[in-house]
């Protein structure tokens, strides 16, 4: 399989992706934890059929330490009992976040009340937009069949 375009190479493509790398890199230096944020991207990685960067996020996430048998149950993390309280309710904001189009009130005023309760506003702020980065990522890759599986840990810097 291949890409309909080199947008990684595309002139205009590499444009916007400095910019998105730009603004992801800030929420990488922010106190949200590092796994939280891998988490909130496989998963809405996931429910977006982004296997790009749902390959990359899980090897990115498995390389820094987390476990198989997390990364295994992210998909199901409702009825799986190896996330914090904290975690399920950055998954649950994230599928509220991602799917805004299939609820008709948008994100529910308890998933965002459950994620106050775990996260201050700078926390708060930092998931917000990780949310709409990583869906922004999974649209481009989504649209340009982006094919996935040969991501390498650290490959992009």
Avoid at 3 to 17: D, E, P, Q, S, W
Avoid at 119 to 140: M, T, W
Wanted: aromatic share 6%; glycine share 8%.
């Amino acid at each position: 399989m291949d890409a309909r375009l080199n947008y990684f190479g595309n002139a205009l493509g590499g444009k916007v992706l400095k910019h998105i790398n730009s603004a992801n890199k800030v929420l990488s230096d922010t106190t949200l934890p590092h796994t939280t944020q891998e988490l909130v991207k496989i998963r809405a990685s996931q429910i977006n059929g982004c296997g790009f960067c749902t390959d990359m996020h899980t090897k990115d996430a498995a390389h820094a330490g987390e476990t198989a048998q997390r990364l295994n149950l992210v998909t199901a993390w409702r009825e799986a009992t190896v996330f914090t309280d904290a975690e399920r309710a950055a998954l649950e904001l994230a599928e509220q976040g991602t799917r805004l189009a299939d609820a008709a009130g948008g994100v529910t005023d308890e998933a965002w009340a459950n994620a106050a309760k775990h996260y201050d506003e700078d926390q708060l702020a930092a998931l917000i937009s990780l949310i709409a980065i990583i869906n922004a990522y999974n649209r481009i890759n989504v649209i340009n069949q982006q094919p996935a599986g040969s991501y390498q840990p650290g490959q992009f810097g």
